[in-house]
């Protein structure tokens, strides 16, 4: 690991007071310690936020705000989160192991880094690691890579749980800068890798995440999140969704569709939410949105299987969304 200074902020401005451009924020270190360990990130200064004020769980009639230093294994049990967000809770709790979600922070989570093996072994070619350098994915071992929202310079996924949640949930993600607040809604959150990988997000230099916000909105409570991978715990996805359903006198009103372990980022579906509207809950139908979330798959060999699999995966979820 190579030496860098650590500095424990005491509040936002001595986190914000950090020079931008050579600076890492920490708060669980779940996923920071373990790149700084492989040599793929080494910033001059780690600022731990742990000792910051974003640690609240508020859910009213206008909807939730959930601070950045939550755990992910506290809002996963939060029984308000369990109720109104189940998608969310489920989402969390599918996540890593027990050991790695009491220490993950909300805030760690939307701004974790991709598991592509060329990207983290700190040799091979990666745009998203060195800019320029190539993406050795593109002609190598890639049955984990994706198949949506890809470009010839990058095919990584994004791999967390939770913001495929967020995004069927329209979440808003709340920062601090130097220049003021903002409020970001999660589907512009994440950058696609475009001609630039190495911008996995809309975040400027030295900007916090303060927190992420869910409207109030009744069917939310409707919803499922399913998750196929390799093994059943410890693992990342092959395969995700999260999906929501209103459904009032046999059809549907209303549908949230997102999908993971699949997409460069966490993967929102208006194309399959489009085709629900007006559907009563059949499988038929489940099968047409699914085949129209996936119809931009741009798989390669390794990875072919992965467009049954989302699709079989969306359907499950959306029958068990309707079964609520």
């Not at 294994?73 to 050991?99: C, F, K, M, N, R």
């Not at 909300?106 to 070619?125: D, E, I, K």
């Amino acid at each position: 690991m190579h030496s860098f200074a650590y500095l424990r902020a005491g509040d936002v401005d001595a986190a914000l007071a950090a020079d931008p451009e050579h600076t890492a924020f920490i708060a669980g270190g779940t996923c920071l310690v373990d790149l700084m360990r492989l040599g793929v990130m080494t910033p001059a200064t780690v600022v731990d936020l742990s000792a910051l004020p974003f640690r609240q769980i508020d859910v009213t009639e206008q909807g939730a705000s959930i601070g950045a230093l939550v755990r992910n294994s506290t809002l996963a049990d939060h029984p308000a989160i369990v109720e109104q967000y189940p998608a969310l809770a489920q989402a969390l709790a599918s996540g890593a192991s027990p050991q790695l979600r009491n220490m993950a922070t909300v805030g760690g989570n939307l701004l974790q880094r991709t598991r592509c093996p060329y990207f983290r072994n700190g040799f091979a070619s990666c745009n998203k690691r060195r800019p320029g350098s190539g993406c050795a994915a593109q002609g190598g071992e890639h049955r984990s890579h994706a198949v949506l929202g890809g470009s010839d310079r990058c095919i990584a996924v994004n791999p967390s749980d939770m913001c495929v949640a967020l995004v069927a949930y329209d979440a808003v993600v709340h920062t601090l800068g130097r220049r003021g607040e903002r409020a970001i809604p999660i589907g512009e959150f994440h950058l696609a890798p475009g001609d630039h990988p190495e911008r996995e997000t809309v975040l400027e230099p030295g900007e916090l995440v303060k927190g992420v916000s869910l409207p109030a909105v009744p069917f939310f409570a409707h919803a499922r999140y399913v998750k196929v991978r390799d093994r059943a715990s410890y693992e990342f996805a092959l395969a995700s969704a999260a999906v929501a359903l209103d459904v009032q006198g046999g059809r549907i009103e209303a549908a949230r569709v997102a999908l993971g372990g699949v997409a460069t980022r966490p993967w929102r579906c208006p194309e399959a939410e489009n085709l629900l509207v007006g559907q009563p809950p059949t499988r038929g139908a489940f099968e047409a949105a699914a085949a129209a979330a996936l119809s931009a798959a741009r798989p390669r060999k390794d990875n072919l299987f992965k467009v049954e699999l989302a699709r079989r995966t969306l359907v499950r979820a959306l029958e068990g969304a309707a079964a609520v």
